[in-house]
């Protein structure tokens, strides 16, 4: 994980940035030297921010590898009040004043470009989801925050020429083709795009016929104890294979994710039987 964090913005983020800068300025992107050197990539650069959507973030980690970029640019939250805001601005408005020698209209000291940072994503419906006509999860926090008027946030941002990406350090193919599909119903007009690090395939899913005693061992110390209000916002037929039925065997270093198999990660306090690898849960059981 730590080896992602620090792949996302070298391989990832400039990549995106490039190829912005290069369509702008209408140089080809494969003269990456040509393209970073220029005025406009520096000002692009500046004017992108970098959100954490989680504690999976890392966010300490991607300041520490990345020391060209501002500490003023980087958050560890998506949710930010006014008064960060206004100093976001006033910083960041210092800064292009040195980029260009000269003061900037009003229209320039704000962001284009948001990236916003998690560490993994199975099924994507904690990011992003419908409940009836209204928008839920992490990526609706944010747009209320800063693409809505009324958002303590909105003024911070160039609204004519924002654009979202959502950088996951891990997720499975099906959570990338879901939020890359209902992600710009969200954003409407502002061009939103996902990019992951690893990409876990779809094929990683336990399967019903490979799998068959592994499965049937979970259905059988199945606890209906963790089928919680938050549980049931996913596929829950078949709750034994995880949240939202995405039955993956994955195990990451600071947490278990609830998509994977119950029986891995179970915890001991609250559950008749303990996981391998003990889930700390942020929900209320």
């Known amino acids: 994980m730590e080896h992602f964090v620090t792949m996302a913005y070298p391989d990832y983020i400039t990549q995106v940035l490039i190829e912005r800068v290069s369509r702008d300025i209408q140089i080809p992107k494969w003269r990456v030297a040509k393209v970073v050197k220029s005025k406009e990539f520096k000002i692009s650069l500046r004017q992108s ?49 040195k980029i260009l020698r000269h003061q900037p209209d009003e229209k320039t000291p704000k962001f284009r470009n948001v990236f916003l940072l998690d560490d993994f994503s199975a099924s994507g419906i904690s990011y992003l989801r419908k409940e009836g006509p209204v928008f839920k999860g992490k990526l609706a926090n944010f747009y209320n925050v800063a693409c809505k008027n009324s958002g303590d946030a909105y003024h911070l941002f160039d609204h004519s020429m924002l654009s979202v990406c959502l950088v996951l350090y891990a997720a499975t193919g099906e959570s990338f083709q879901y939020l890359s599909r209902l992600g710009p119903c969200l954003f409407g007009d502002v061009p939103f795009e996902v990019k992951v690090v690893c990409l876990l395939p779809n094929s990683i899913k336990l399967d019903a016929k490979k799998d068959e005693k592994f499965i049937k061992m979970s259905r059988k110390y199945f606890d209906n104890s963790i089928l919680t209000e938050s549980y049931r916002k996913g596929k829950h037929a078949k709750p034994h294979m995880g949240f939202n039925e995405c039955g993956l065997p994955l195990i990451l270093s600071h947490n278990t994710p609830n998509n994977s198999i119950p029986l891995l990660w179970f915890e001991p306090q609250i559950r008749k039987h303990r996981g391998l690898f003990p889930r700390v849960n942020r929900h209320s059981v």
């Open 49 to 97: 921010i970098f959100l954490g959507l989680s504690d999976g973030a890392h966010i300490g980690l991607f300041r520490r590898s990345n020391p060209t970029l501002s500490h003023e640019q980087i958050l560890r939250t998506h949710e930010i009040n006014k008064d960060r805001a206004k100093r976001m601005s006033d910083e960041l408005r210092s800064d292009l004043t």
